[in-house]
């Protein structure tokens, strides 16, 4: 049976390391401004795409800017992105696509930047995790300026939205999601619960799709990074009912 963790930032291991970023992802969807339905004005801080690259996009420039747009214009622009986009994509509000491009510098450890529910990883982990057999990794360049003269390799996992938080640990007043724009109005439960129903079985390492910022990696993820000896990555097992 399958064991499902959290991914946290390790910090203990994290400070031996010096290895530092200042980086963005160049395009995104804007946020939603005054939802008709819910009234709410809000975008997603945690999806990210950096596969998915709009540098000869015609309208890329639409994506540039960071804003919020009401709904029908939201919608629109969703809809111009989507064919470019993975199949089944959520596209929330605020969503990201592209390179992550900045200024880095130090010496990175395997795990980097999971504090920013983001995951980069060094080529040499990342080439270890898939001859573990570690399924469903996409690396994707990034494009960090180093001031070294032999910068690392280091890659972004594109991890897709695909598992969901049990209602059970859901408060019991808590309002459905909005039917027009989806927003779920949640606070991170302290002690998370996965619908077993709705997690994936053809993925290693996925991002809850109503908690963009929970990363989840299975016990064959766990395993791989463990006798790697891979560092900055801590697990916490949660429960699945």
């Excluded at 395009?27 to 975008?43: H, I, N, V």
């Excluded at 639409?62 to 747009?69: D, I, P, W």
């Excluded at 200024?103 to 920013?116: I, M, N, S, V, Y």
């Excluded at 809850?208 to 990555?233: C, H, M, P």
Aim: hydrophobic fraction near 35%; include cysteine.
């Amino acid at each position: 049976m399958t064991r499902f963790f959290q991914l946290r930032n390790d910090k203990e291991a994290r400070a031996r390391f010096s290895g530092d970023f200042d980086a963005a992802h160049p395009w995104g969807l804007p946020g939603l401004r005054d939802c008709p339905g819910c009234g709410a004005t809000w975008s997603i801080s945690a999806q990210h795409y950096p596969g998915v690259d709009l540098s000869h996009f015609p309208e890329r420039g639409l994506f540039e800017e960071a804003r919020a747009e009401p709904f029908t214009e939201f919608v629109r622009l969703r809809e111009l992105i989507r064919p470019l986009a993975p199949l089944d994509a959520r596209l929330s509000p605020g969503t990201t696509f592209g390179p992550l491009v900045g200024r880095a510098t130090g010496q990175f450890g395997p795990f980097t930047g999971l504090e920013d529910s983001l995951i980069l990883v060094r080529r040499d982990a990342f080439d270890s995790l898939q001859a573990a057999g570690v399924r469903g990794l996409l690396g994707c360049k990034t494009e960090l300026r180093f001031r070294q003269k032999t910068p690392p390799d280091i890659l972004e996992l594109q991890l897709e939205p695909r598992g969901l938080l049990h209602p059970d640990c859901f408060p019991p007043d808590l309002a459905p999601p909005c039917a027009t724009c989806g927003r779920l109005g949640l606070r991170l439960p302290e002690d998370p619960i996965l619908d077993g129903a709705s997690l994936p079985t053809d993925t290693d390492l996925f991002r809850l799709g109503n908690y963009s910022t929970v990363l989840i990696g299975t016990d064959r993820f766990k395993d791989a990074v463990e006798q790697g000896g891979w560092t900055g990555i801590s697990f916490r097992e949660l429960p699945v009912h």
